[in-house]
Antibody, heavy 127, light 113 residues
Framework: QLQLQESGPRLVKPSETLSLTCTVSGGSISRSIYYWDWIRQSPGKGLEWIGSVYYSGDTYYNPSLQSRINISIDMSKNQFSLKLRSVTAADTAVYYC???????????????????WGQGTLVTVSS | DIVMTQSPDSLAVSLGERASINCKSSQSVLYNSNNKNYLAWYQQKPGQPPKLLIYWASTRESGVPERFSGSGSGTDFTLTISSLQAEDVALYYCQQYYNTPLTFGGGTKVEIK
């Protein structure tokens, strides 16, 4: 059964970079029928999609965060990672990684739903 | 961005009774070329991540009890729990995947009356 686990610092100072890694077990991250995603949840903004990465390295970002984020994939370690730069208190949230099913036709793929999700990790931005 | 609006924010239902949650999208999420609605529903219990219940607006995920059903098309959708059980107490979210950015509703809290 596929499992995802987030790891990384739980406390980040304002203006610094938040870095998280998602380790996938029970299945390969290199399958072409999935994207690999980051989603966050905060009391103020609810659930917010951050972005996706494909096994090819192609990425898809939420425009609201695009200028500050980078999502990468490491197939040798079966991991993908998130970097969010210049964080503020508004970036305090539970960060989830998730597998996203996609549907592809004619060489073009479409986003779908998220399943499964990691347990999530609370990252607090504070000095 | 497609804005997803859920109602009500919370509802209390007696055990064994029906619970209905509404989700409205700011634009249609029906893809005409395949006649599919690009909408999913999730359940989130305290301290846990969201769990997929339904996709394509009405297709139940494997292992999800039959009392959960999804309906609707275009911009208006409903998640129905036909006979509420104690283990169904949770937050429920809808999500559209018609367009990026992928967006979620604000959530509906279901409690026992």
């Amino acid at each position: 059964q596929l499992q995802l686990q987030e790891s990384g610092p739980r406390l980040v100072k304002p203006s610094e970079t938040l870095s998280l890694t998602c380790t996938v077990s029970g299945g390969s991250i290199s399958r072409s029928i999935y994207y690999w995603d980051w989603i966050r949840q905060s009391p103020g903004k609810g659930l917010e999609w951050i972005g996706s990465v494909y096994y090819s390295g192609d990425t898809y970002y939420n425009p609201s965060l695009q200028s500050r984020i980078n999502i990468s994939i490491d197939m040798s370690k079966n991991q993908f990672s998130l970097k969010l730069r210049s964080v503020t208190a508004a970036d305090t949230a539970v960060y989830y990684c998730a597998r996203e099913s996609i549907s592809c036709s004619g060489g073009k793929c479409h986003h779908n739903w998220f399943d499964p999700w990691g347990q999530g990790t609370l990252v607090t931005v504070s000095s | 961005d497609i804005v997803m609006t859920q109602s009500p924010d919370s509802l209390a239902v007696s055990l064994g009774e029906r619970a209905s949650i509404n989700c409205k999208s700011s634009q249609s999420v029906l893809y005409n070329s395949n006649n599919k609605n690009y909408l999913a529903w999730y359940q989130q219990k305290p301290g846990q991540p969201p769990k997929l219940l339904i996709y394509w607006a009405s297709t139940r995920e494997s292992g999800v009890p039959e009392r959960f059903s999804g309906s609707g098309s275009g911009t208006d959708f409903t998640l129905t729990i036909s006979s509420l059980q104690a283990e169904d107490v949770a937050l429920y979210y809808c999500q559209q995947y018609y367009n990026t950015p992928l967006t979620f509703g604000g959530g509906t809290k279901v409690e026992i009356k």
